[in-house]
C-alpha cells in the first residue's frame, strides 16, 4: 500500500518527467532555427533540462531508498512480533472483507 504522500510524489515524478519530454521534443523541432538569442534560449533550456533530469533522478532514488527501508522495518518488526503481526493481519483482513461486503 502506499501512502497518499507517496502516490503524490509518484505523481510529481510522472509529471517532470513527461515535462522533460515534452521539452526534448520541443528542442528537437526548433533546432533549425537560427540566431543568437534563439541558440542562447536553446542552451538556458537545454542546460536547465539537465539540471530536471538530475532532480527527478534524485527523487527517484530517494524514493526508492525509503521504500526499501520501510520494508527493511516491516520485516524486522514482522520478525520481532510474529504473533503480533499475524494480529494485525487477522484484523485488517477482517475490516477489509467488511468493507467489500457492504458494497
Known sequence: MSTPHE???AKIMED???VIQ???ALLRMTA???GDEAAAV???VQERLAQATAEMHALQE???RSTK???EATEQFVQDHPWKSVGIAAVAGLAL???ISRR
Open 7 to 9: 502516490t503524490q510524489r
Open 16 to 18: 517532470i518527467h513527461l
Open 22 to 24: 515534452d521539452t526534448q
Open 32 to 34: 533549425h532555427e537560427a
Open 42 to 44: 536553446r542552451a538556458r
Open 62 to 64: 530517494s524514493a526508492l
Open 69 to 71: 527501508e520501510a520494508a
Open 97 to 99: 472483507g467488511l468493507l
